[in-house]
């Protein structure tokens, strides 16, 4: 079961990163297009630093635990992103629709990371 769930948890992981390059991807292409909204701009600039660095914070989780991070996944999340990017270009009200999906795709993180943490200690494999 150990090297299982660790398996699973692994690919949630893979999942996470793939998530945070999607979302770098899609935060660049938004603050590119909101030079009419300076504030709006300078926050999305400042959740795309923390966006980073939350990647690059599972990359190093990744070298510790000796696993390679999945150039698949990332891939597809970009690519996923940059869809995103030009379907959104094309809406007269890209500002507010860029922001309900951003608001959605919060959420997703937070229940993504979420279950990263529950699933090891629902399997008794980590206890804080």
């Given at each position: 079961?150990?090297?299982?769930?660790?398996?699973?948890?692994?690919?949630?992981?893979?999942?996470?990163?793939?998530?945070?390059?999607?979302a770098e991807t899609m935060l660049n292409a938004q603050a590119g297009r909101l030079e009419n909204y300076?504030?709006?701009?300078?926050?999305?600039?400042?959740?795309?630093?923390?966006?980073?660095?939350?990647?690059?914070?599972?990359?190093?989780?990744?070298e510790t635990l000796g696993e390679d991070v999945s150039a698949v996944k990332a891939g597809l999340g970009k690519l996923m992103a940059l869809g995103q990017g030009v379907a959104g270009a094309f809406a007269?009200?890209?500002?507010?629709?860029?922001?309900?999906?951003?608001?959605?795709?919060?959420?997703?993180?937070i229940a993504s990371y979420t279950a990263l943490i529950a699933g090891p200690r629902s399997w008794g494999l980590w206890r804080p």
């Open positions: 079961m150990q090297n299982e769930a660790r398996d699973i948890w692994m690919d949630w992981l893979r999942d996470a990163h793939g998530m945070e390059a999607q300076p504030a709006l701009r300078m926050r999305i600039e400042q959740h795309l630093r923390e966006t980073t660095a939350q990647r690059e914070q599972l990359e190093r989780l990744f007269s009200d890209e500002v507010m629709k860029g922001s309900l999906a951003s608001y959605a795709f919060e959420h997703m993180e």
